[in-house]
């Protein structure tokens, strides 16, 4: 699966305008926040505390319209906790959104 950082670009323009200050408030704002979800899913241990990261991810992501991190999240929430392949397919997601605005 490709990972379109556009997607979050055309989501935060749709969403603001062309207020260039406020789309990268807004778009370190969803890093910030999505990479405290990965954090937490890679210390998860149990069952409540995996399902809870991933569904915010998930929901972090149907928010701002980022189709395939929805995706990875909701195949995390179907994971066993602390799954590393996940986690990991996740960072490197982000990454990718990182790197799609350097």
């Known amino acids: 699966m490709s990972y379109d950082p556009g997607a979050l670009e055309s989501a935060l323009a ?3 305008g062309d207020d260039l ?3 990268a408030d807004l778009r ?9 979800q990965v954090d937490l899913l890679g210390r998860a ?6 399902q809870l990261a991933a569904w915010r991810l ?3 992501a149907a928010s701002f319209g980022v189709a395939g991190l929805m995706a ?5 929430a179907a994971s066993a906790p602390g799954d590393p392949k996940i ?6 997601a982000l990454v990718t959104f990182e790197l ?3």
């Open 21 to 23: 200050a406020l789309i």
């Open 58 to 60: 998930k929901g972090l």
């Open 45 to 50: 241990r149990c069952d409540a505390n995996w």
């Open 28 to 36: 370190r704002a969803f890093l910030e926040s999505a990479n405290r």
């Open 87 to 92: 986690v990991t397919r996740i960072k490197a």
């Open 72 to 76: 990875l999240a909701e195949e995390a």
């Open 100 to 102: 799609g605005h350097a």
């Open 14 to 16: 749709a969403a603001v």
